[in-house]
């Protein structure tokens, strides 16, 4: 079982960064690909970006391309999102996820574990 905990939430005003941080336990990092999704209030969870098991492959959500960065340390079992430039419209709970599988995924559906969110809200 793989158990996933967010961090690096928090209060910020606009254009500002953060850098949230997932911490994995159990199963084997290196072979899982890892996603980054958010949900807004009264929104759908959607998907935010996604890293291969090796670390060699990336992709965004087109709103986030160019401002955010996923990357991973597979040494810490530890995936990263750098928020930079941060707009209003970022303002969501934030969850790190998991899939059996070394190959990243833009799917929400395809990931088999999930962390418990971590709240970022964005000021005007």
């Known amino acids: 079982q793989v158990q996933l905990v967010e961090s690096g939430g928090g209060l910020v005003q606009a254009g500002g960064s953060l850098r949230l941080s997932c911490a994995a336990s159990g199963g084997t990092f290196s072979s899982s690909a890892m996603g980054w999704f958010r949900q807004a209030p009264g929104k759908e969870r959607e998907f935010v970006a996604t890293?291969?098991?090796?670390?060699?492959?990336?992709y965004y959500a087109d709103s986030v391309k160019g401002r955010f960065a996923i990357s991973r340390d597979n040494a810490k079992n530890t995936v990263y999102l750098q928020m930079n430039s941060l707009k209003p419209e970022d303002t969501a709970v934030y969850y790190c996820a998991s899939r059996l599988s070394r190959y990243n995924s833009g799917r929400l559906y395809e990931y088999d574990y999930w962390g418990q969110g971590t709240e970022v809200t964005v000021s005007s």
């Open positions: 890293i291969s098991g090796s670390g060699h492959s990336t």
